[in-house]
């Protein structure tokens, strides 16, 4: 049923409609129309179409209280009409279309356009045997009988080659998209949404929701469907994804009750009916006009098609009446501006400047051939130009362009976009079983150059298991829980009472799954604390909560960062209200008069008392690293109803019954890992919204402080204090001089958090910009996750606010798992060197030697086949064998990168250098005098379509050869001397070298006229590998060599620095063209190859920052990415196209952003 296109979907649906959707009492189209209502209109539509919400829940056969039975029948014939929760994706595109984008490359073009006119020119004999000798012998020798016959190999082998690599890119691509879309389902299984079945509470999988399932919306949810609110308790929905409006919008059951699929839960809770899911919810509505269901949708029904525009029309007032403008708006908004990634910025300017080289050596060596041909021929030997000798004249011009392209494919490392492509997609593979779920890939390189990880207390830090260890109740502190008998029964019952209630009813305290095991903590672990405290205290929360059900609530002010607590109102017996408070202690006791004595009487609280409490209770309490709560309650008369929108009146004159102290104990392996951190040059801060004391003691405890250094522990209140200055603005200036010895910032707000990271990241009084990660869980948590370089959002307790603007998911909440990630990201970055490091002396000797030997001989020595078979097993084989290397705990011994280093250091270019002098005098002193030491033939000055010469395979052999045993050099990049350390750890590696010898052997004894290859005798053979492995013993002369006597590297190992760019040109508006595009303007258009490459992985990552907007939110929104990706990756759609979808996708991902901006005060 998934699979059906949406045409045939439509046209079951019109066959339903007639019987009303087989038995339930209003069909697809009835419910679709009754979605697309706003406000008061849809409270009388569903009044007097339905007769209300529990009418509408009557006629989809569900109760508002107990949801669905669950039956399997009812269930599938459920999905049959309504239809499933899931947009069926986009074909992914097949290996042959990928085969065609590879053909797009155009030196790929050039050389296969070169090869077919050789091709052309080899079947062509000039007329009569003059002309052959007047013309044919421009070089020498006469070329035998049966090899002008052989002519055509050349050209053919050229194309049997372009044909590899074409087919090796493309296999690659297609791997990397199988990837993507394994990544991208694996982010939506991970989506579990809670729903009412048969009476009990469980989290289904989002893509099971069914239309008539009752759904639990709670603060921080992605609506995974759209429905009509039951009952909710001060309710607040984020739209900004649907309609651009940043303002939150408040929902209720008797005003505006259309909750609508991919819209953001940002404060309350509440129940829902579902009504749409699927292509028909208003999210999939969108994406169906987009085109990201299945695309013969145009192509069958028009009928379907207008349906749909009636469809859209009547969306139309979601947008705002200036639409225009807030597309624009939108856009701006919807471009979350990264930086580029560390990475990629050295690697594009490193492509830009090898790519010119090679452009340049290419163009000197075809001018240089063709001059010296042509004065060789025409002024040396004074021949005319004869009209019948221009086709082997042409042969001659199209062998040296040959030559020159060949030099041009070998000079351009399109190897690297690959290296770095498969040595993130390894990676990526691999942080799965770490507990790293990675989101962007970029964002698990960049975090190898990480200096900052901001992190988030509980659950991070700590077990996230919470615990009440002490209290205070009826004037004593209790060390430990105590009987209750000992506490006076009305202050028992009064805090028993506020506890049950006043907490979300979804947080329950559940039998443990094992025997001898510790209960199960179901929902937010602070009210399980709580809850627990209960439990304790030989009560039960459950028949309370049974007496007064969710829907009998008068009115609930949910926890947000700004209340810092929660407050439930109950309606009594006799009419009076009572409200129970509970918050973080010093904020509810800055509200308390009165507390309640030994025998459980309210007596005055006065400002006096209170500063007594807080140092004999509070504090002790947060110095042993305990999370302190105050439970309070008020109550108020029945007449005059009080106004309850009138907060702060409301949330003042409580009476206090009891402070708790709830133990969240510190995880056992973080402390190691944070001292790995700090081993590794990584400052780890602690942000948290818990009281200052007891931060300061779980940081001692994790060792993030260590008593007696200098360092600063501030709270929220201070921190703003000390940053901003008397107009109240942010000034870097001041934050320059908190953050340096900032280590925990307690009692902070999202908002604290935000300029905290972006304080830092822009902080210019350090020479390395600062590369900072954040840990968030809350749904306020975005704007800091999406400021951030890496942003790690938590799987398990996350929102899926914060999980959709973050980079990585810890899929266990846990803190060392970021140490892991530091330790991938550093390998990312070490692989990509080792694969420079061999890639550059492959590049500079291949590229000098075809560059003089054309010159010295008029003909390169290795040809354009052995070339392009070089280019291939230095690119991909190399590019697979040192990117997949595993990672050892030697990386996190030394200090991060950071963003100014050069890519190729100074030992790197030493060993660059080295090797290729190396090798290049080896090559020429075979090429010179070769022919003496071996006793051979010389292959110099050989006419156009002489048979291969043994002097050459030697050459090409041993070239070979010095590649192989500098692959083993290459694993090592900081001057280690033993080069076969943990070799047999990487398979990979070991097969693909030995790989690589056996085919040698093939070409060289079988290859021949194709490969220009002579068979060779075991002799030589020695010769040709004792030569290669004079590689290993020269590895280590370069060890030796210290680099400080080797200055004049500094400048090359500067190569490829990133232009670090001025800060006013990364903000938000200001769009930055990356060096790449900038020389593509200029219209250098060969080494174009190298570049595409590398701007399809730019763009393939940046697909993953802008596309993956609705990411990882579940069913509905798996579409969006793949249908950008695919737009990105490729550059075929039309522009409309891609801006319509991006408009409408991402203002998802920019939800957080748009909200951020004008509304950070209430976040």
Same mark, same amino acid.
């Given at each position: ?216 919306? @709670?603060? $921080?949810? %992605?609506?995974? !469907?759209?429905? +009509?609110? /039951? ?5 607040? *929905? =984020? ?116 790519? @010119?080289? $090679?452009? %340049?050596?290419? !163009?000197?060596? +075809?001018? /240089? ?5 042509? *004065? =060789? ?787």
């Amino acid at each position: 049923m998934g699979d059906m296109s949406n045409s045939e979907f439509y046209a079951k649906n019109q066959r339903n409609e007639g019987n009303h959707a087989a038995g339930f009492g209003c069909s697809l189209m009835e419910l679709r129309s009754l979605m697309e209502m706003r406000g008061t209109e849809a409270v009388v539509k569903l009044q007097e179409d339905y007769g209300g919400v529990e009418g509408l829940c009557t006629r989809l056969k569900t109760s508002p209280t107990e949801g669905l039975a669950g039956v399997q029948g009812d269930l599938d014939k459920r999905k049959e009409i309504f239809g499933k929760n899931l947009i069926p994706p986009k074909k992914p595109k097949t290996f042959l279309q990928l085969v065609w984008e590879a053909l797009q490359d155009v030196t790929l073009i050039i050389l296969e356009v070169a090869a077919l006119v050789s091709l052309g020119l080899s079947f062509y004999h000039p007329p009569g045997e003059s002309s052959g000798e007047s013309c044919g012998s421009a070089k020498g020798a006469v070329e035998g009988e049966g090899e002008a016959e052989a002519g055509w190999i050349e050209g053919a082998a050229i194309l049997l080659s372009v044909v590899c690599v074409v087919l090796v890119t493309a296999f690659n691509d297609w791997s990397k998209e199988k990837q993507f879309r394994g990544l991208q389902s694996r982010i939506e299984q991970e989506q579990k949404f809670q729903v009412v079945r048969g009476s009990q509470v469980i989290q289904l999988p989002v893509a099971d929701i069914l239309v008539g399932d009752i759904a639990q919306i @709670k603060y $921080g949810d %992605l609506l995974p !469907a759209d429905g +009509v609110l /039951i009952q909710g308790n001060d309710l607040k *929905i =984020d739209e900004s994804s649907l309609t651009g409006e940043s303002d939150h919008v408040k929902k209720s059951a008797d005003k505006d009750p259309m909750l609508l699929s991919g819209t953001h839960v940002m404060e309350g809770s509440g129940r829902m009916v579902v009504t749409a899911v699927g292509v028909n919810s208003q999210t999939g509505i969108i994406f169906t006009l987009l085109g990201a269901g299945v695309e013969e949708e145009e192509k069958k029904e028009k009928k379907v098609k207008k349906q749909d525009g009636a469809a859209a029309m009547e969306m139309q007032p979601l947008k705002s009446a200036e639409g225009g403008e807030e597309e624009k708006e939108r856009k701006k908004v919807s471009i979350p501006k990264k930086e580029k990634s560390v990475l990629q910025g050295k690697l594009t300017k490193l492509a830009v400047q090898i790519g @010119k080289a $090679g452009l %340049l050596m290419s !163009a000197i060596t +075809v001018i /240089i051939l063709v001059l010296y041909f042509v *004065i =060789d021929a025409f002024i040396v030997q004074k021949r005319p130009w004869l009209p019948e000798c221009t086709p082997i004249y042409i042969q001659y011009f199209v062998k040296f362009f040959i030559i020159g392209v060949t030099v041009l494919v070998v000079a351009v490392p399109e190897g690297l976009p690959l290296a770095v492509t498969i040595s993130l997609a390894y990676s990526v593979k691999k942080m799965m079983k770490d507990n790293n779920l990675v989101r962007h890939l970029d964002a698990c390189e960049t975090m190898g150059n990480a200096t900052a990880i901001c992190s988030d207390k509980t659950g991070t830090l700590t077990t996230n298991r919470m615990t009440a260890v002490q209290c205070y109740v009826a004037d004593v502190h209790y060390k430990e829980i105590p009987e209750p008998g000992v506490l006076p029964p009305k202050s028992l019952d009064l805090l028993v009472n506020s506890i049950s209630i006043n907490s979300a009813y979804t947080s329950k305290i559940l039998p443990p799954d094992k025997e001898c095991g510790l209960p199960k903590q179901v929902g937010n672990k602070t009210e399980c604390g709580l809850l627990g405290l209960v439990l304790d205290l030989k009560r039960d929360y459950q028949p309370i909560r049974n007496q007064i059900p969710e829907e009998k609530l008068y009115k609930v002010y949910t926890f947000n960062s700004v209340r810092k607590s929660m407050s439930t109102v109950v309606k009594l017996p006799d009419g009076s209200f009572r409200m129970y408070s509970k918050g973080a202690s010093e904020i509810v006791l800055k509200k308390c008069n009165h507390i309640l004595n030994e025998v459980g009487e309210p007596r005055l609280f006065r400002p006096r008392d209170k500063d007594e409490m807080v140092k004999k209770v509070i504090e002790p309490m947060a110095c042993d690293g305990l999370r302190t709560i105050c439970v309070a309650y008020r109550d108020f008369p029945s007449d005059p109803e009080p106004i309850w929108d009138d907060e702060n009146n409301i949330l003042s004159d409580l009476t206090a019954i009891s402070i708790v102290g709830i133990e969240d104990p510190v995880r056992p392996e973080v402390p190691d890992a944070i001292m790995k951190c700090q081993r590794a040059g990584i400052t780890v801060r602690m942000v948290t919204g818990d009281n200052i004391n007891t931060a300061r003691a779980i940081a001692i405890k994790c060792g993030i402080i260590h008593p007696g250094e200098d360092f600063l522990c501030i709270d929220g209140k201070e921190f703003n204090r000390r940053i901003r200055n008397e107009k109240g603005e942010v000034e870097q200036e001041r934050i320059d001089k908190v953050w340096p010895k900032l280590r925990v910032l307690a009692r902070s707000s999202p908002t604290d958090k935000h300029t905290l990271v972006k304080g830092i990241i822009d902080s210019t009084m350090v020479e390395q910009r600062q590369v900072v990660a954040v840990t968030g869980d809350g749904t306020n948590d975005g704007p800091a996750l999406k400021k951030a370089d890496v942003g790690f959002a938590m799987g398990i307790a996350g929102t899926d606010v914060a999980k959709e603007a973050s980079d990585i998911i810890l899929t266990d909440d846990n803190f060392s798992s970021i140490v892991k990630a530091v330790m991938w990201g550093r390998n990312v970055y070490d692989s990509i060197s080792k694969f420079l490091q061999f890639q550059l002396t492959v590049n500079v000797v291949a590229v000098i030697v075809a560059f003089t030997g054309a010159c010295v001989t008029q003909d390169s020595p290795l040809k354009a086949v052995q070339m392009l078979w070089v280019n291939l097993i230095m690119d991909t084989f190399a590019s697979l064998a040192l990117a997949t290397e595993p990672p050892t705990e030697a990386l996190l011994k030394r200090r991060p990168y950071g963003r100014n280093k050069p890519l190729i250091s100074s030992t790197m270019t030493k060993n660059i250098l080295g090797h290729a002098v190396y090798q290049l005098i080896i090559i020429f002193i075979l090429l010179f005098i070769g022919e003496k030491i071996f006793d051979i033939d010389s292959g110099r000055n050989a006419p156009l379509h002489a048979p291969p010469s043994e002097h050459y395979t030697v050459i090409f052999n041993a070239f070979v050869m010095m590649q192989l045993f500098n692959e083993i050099n290459a694993r090592k990049i900081h001057g280690e001397r033993n080069v076969f350390e943990g070799i047999f750890r990487n398979p990979i590696f070991c097969t693909i070298v030995l790989g690589t010898f056996g085919v040698q052997i093939i070409i060289v004894q079988f290859g021949g006229k194709p490969f220009s290859c002579q068979p060779l005798d075991i002799e030589k053979w020695m010769w040709c590998v004792f030569l290669g492995m004079g590689e290993l013993l020269w590895g280590q002369v370069m060890a030796t060599i210290p680099n400080s006597k080797l200055r004049f590297l500094r400048r090359a190992g500067q190569l490829s620095q990133k232009d670090e760019l001025p800060e006013e040109d990364l903000n938000e508006e200001n769009e930055e063209i990356d060096h790449a595009e900038r020389e593509l303007r200029r219209g250098q258009i060969l080494w174009f190859r190298g570049l595409n490459r590398i701007q399809t992985q730019i763009e393939v990552v940046n697909t993953f920052k802008s596309g993956t907007s609705f990411q990882g939110a579940g069913a509905l929104r798996r579409q969006s990415s793949t249908t950008s990706q695919n737009q990105d990756v490729t550059n075929v759609s039309s522009p409309s196209h891609v801006s319509l979808s991006n408009a409408l996708s991402s203002p998802t991902s920019a939800a957080a952003a748009a909200a951020a901006a004008p509304s950070t005060g209430q976040c």
